[in-house]
């Protein structure tokens, strides 16, 4: 992790109460999206997923703790100067910031979150970018952000109303691919096309079970920009109006429709097998 950011350590070993403002702040992180964006924090659990904060240069304002750090990578973090500060906690109150239903975990990372510029996305001559149109599941967006890392995405862009991208529920599905994959809010469908046709420009296209053109018949090799609609609606009006071509991927069964990040993550692949070297 040659890019993990140092700080000078600072460590406050005073146990922090359930009544203190500061814990406080950080539980509301846990279920209130408005007080994750006016604070710009987040909290982040897990080995993978801290680690992955780290090694792609996300700042972590502080690190908490319970004490009993058993394991050397919570050691090497705690005593490394990772973080802004270390915060030691009573292990009960460190339990209640973490998943209810496991076990108190070792550490966790109260991480910045960057702003919602989209040229945060730098994308390559002939770039993929996702667009998440109204995406109401957090997990959706998690499980989203894993595809477009796997599969080489240049980043994600989401509009319109939506789950929020730094919920706990994106954050643990992703499993740490938010860190490494430019996930960008836009401030309207409209502004982020602007920036799609003017950035590479790309060539926009929605994914529709209505579409009359296969996924295996169109060209993507070409910059291209997918759109994935809604869960329950699919894609707004405005995406159906200015996307330049439409693509259905065919199923059998009795299913009416993929999930939006199963058809997200085909139309990836197909992507990836298209641009992929042929012997």
Same mark, same amino acid.
């Not at 667009?131 to 980043?155: K, Q, T």
């Not at 991927?249 to 058809?263: D, L, R, Y």
């Given at each position: 992790?040659?890019?993990?950011?140092?700080?000078?350590?600072?460590?406050?070993?005073?146990?922090?109460?359930?009544?203190?403002?500061?814990?406080q702040?950080?539980?509301? *992180?846990?279920?209130?999206?408005?007080?994750?964006?006016?604070?710009?924090?987040?909290?982040?659990q897990?080995?993978?997923?801290?680690n992955?904060?780290? @090694?792609?240069?996300?700042?972590?304002?502080?690190?908490?703790?319970?004490?009993?750090?058993?394991?050397?990578? @919570?050691?090497?973090?705690? %005593?490394?100067?990772?973080?802004?500060?270390v915060?030691?906690? /009573? $292990?009960?109150? *460190?339990?209640?910031?973490?998943?209810?239903?496991?076990? =108190?975990?070792?550490?966790?990372?109260?991480?910045?979150?960057?702003?919602?510029? *989209?040229?945060?996305?730098?994308?390559?001559?002939?770039?993929?970018?996702?667009?998440?149109?109204? $995406?109401?599941?957090?997990?959706?967006?998690?499980?989203?952000?894993?595809? #477009?890392?796997?599969?080489? /995405?240049?980043?994600?862009?989401? %509009?319109?109303?939506?789950?929020?991208?730094?919920?706990?529920? =994106?954050?643990?599905?992703?499993?740490? +691919?938010? &860190? /490494?994959?430019?996930?960008?809010?836009?401030?309207?469908?409209?502004?982020?096309?602007?920036?799609?046709?003017?950035?590479? $420009?790309?060539?926009?296209?929605g994914?529709?079970?209505? @579409?009359?053109?296969?996924?295996?018949?169109?060209? &993507?090799?070409?910059?291209?920009?997918?759109?994935?609609?809604?869960? %329950?609606?699919?894609? +707004?009006? &405005?995406?159906?109006?200015?996307?330049?071509? %439409?693509?259905s991927?065919?199923?059998?069964?009795? /299913?009416?429709?993929?999930?939006? =990040?199963?058809?997200a993550?085909?139309?990836?692949?197909?992507? #990836?097998?298209?641009?992929?070297?042929?012997?």
């Open positions: 992790m040659s890019n993990v950011r140092r700080h000078p350590p600072k460590t406050d070993e005073s146990r922090v109460g359930r009544r203190n403002a500061r814990f702040q950080w539980e509301s *992180l846990l279920t209130n999206r408005n007080a994750r964006h006016r604070r710009g924090e987040f909290l982040v897990g080995v993978r997923p801290i992955e904060a780290l @090694a792609h240069g996300w700042r972590v304002r502080a690190l908490l703790h319970a004490g009993d750090v058993r394991s050397q990578w @919570a050691r090497d973090l705690v %005593t490394g100067g990772v973080a802004d500060e915060v030691h906690l /009573a $292990p009960d109150l *460190l339990h209640d910031l973490g998943e209810k239903d496991e076990d =108190t975990p070792e550490l966790i990372a109260v991480v910045e979150s960057p702003p919602d510029d *989209l040229d945060r996305i730098r994308p390559r001559a002939d770039g993929v970018v996702v667009v998440l149109d109204r $995406p109401i599941s957090p997990g959706n967006i998690g499980s989203l952000l894993r595809s #477009a890392d796997a599969l080489g /995405a240049d980043g994600v862009i989401i %509009t319109g109303h939506a789950a929020d991208l730094y919920d706990p529920k =994106t954050v643990r599905a992703s499993r740490g +691919s938010l &860190f /490494a994959v430019p996930a960008v809010r836009a401030a309207s469908p409209a502004a982020a096309l602007d920036w799609l046709r003017s950035a590479v $420009p790309f060539r926009v296209v994914t529709s079970e209505d @579409a009359a053109a296969d996924i295996w018949d169109h060209d &993507f090799r070409g910059p291209t920009a997918i759109v994935v609609g809604n869960e %329950t609606a699919g894609m +707004s009006g &405005f995406w159906t109006e200015n996307c330049d071509s %439409t693509i991927i065919p199923m059998v069964g009795s /299913a009416s429709s993929f999930n939006a =990040t199963v058809a993550s085909i139309t990836l692949y197909e992507i #990836a097998r298209q641009r992929a070297p042929r012997p």
